[in-house]
């Protein structure tokens, strides 16, 4: 089994048992939620209501073995500073970065995006911005998250950000329909290496691939009545790099 798996969450999934997920133990040890999209979409309500009830539920081991965290998914059609102030604005009316928050996650997808947006200059622009206003406000350093786009557009670093994670759902992090097979060629080609990858988001909420072997699916959350996502941490200290992490 692998040493830790966080879920991530969207208004659109049903509600998790945050006590009977919490209560599972290992590999279980965290939870993302999306806080905020481009400059219109705030989660506010939802956000604070997750939040307040996944930390009540894991008290004490709260920024020991139990952590929570934020997303924002950036448009590429306007601008990075700002969408990383309209994030903070909602993570703040949120309860803001608590002892058990993990960096801020911006996610950069080509999902409603304009096909003229998704080009390198844009992606990589847009992103910064985001990235630097980010580590301005908080002094902390982001983590991107990304896939198909990033390698499709050529991206040659993290945009600004420390760590990465990357989506590819299956059993096997390596290239799938790119001129490689392994996994360092992979990571290289979404932007980052090995040493710099905290997760794989390995499990879909809408994808029911075989997750890697002797790791939890996407269906076997516990307190999720249907699938989610789940992202497995890949360095070998697991838990401990998590709690590296914390403000």
Known sequence: MTAACIIDLYPGDKQVDWK???????????????????????????????????????????????????????????????????????????GGEQKGTLPAMVDVERGGQLPTDCTLARVEHVT????????????????????????????????????????????????RGIDTNTTEKFLHATGTDLAHTLLWQYGMADDPSEPPAGYPSSAQVPGAPTRVDVSAVLQSDGVSALRALLS
Not at 131 to 140: D, H, Q, S
Not at 141 to 164: F, H, I
């Open 20 to 94: 009977v997920y919490c209560a599972a133990g290992p590999p279980w040890h965290g939870a993302i939620f999306k806080a905020s999209q481009a400059l219109r979409y705030s989660y506010l309500e939802w956000l604070t209501h997750q939040r307040s009830l996944f930390i009540a539920a894991a008290g004490d081991r709260y920024g020991l073995d139990l952590f929570d965290g934020m997303y924002h998914y950036l448009d590429l059609g306007q601008d990075g500073t700002k969408q990383a102030d309209f994030f903070m604005h909602n993570v703040e009316a949120s």
């Open 128 to 175: 910064r911005g985001f990235a630097e206003r980010y580590k301005a406000l908080t002094g902390r350093e982001a983590t991107l998250y990304g896939g198909e786009l990033l390698r499709s557009v050529g991206v040659k670093d993290r945009l600004g950000c420390s760590r990465s994670a990357v989506a590819l759902y299956g059993p096997k992090l390596q290239g």
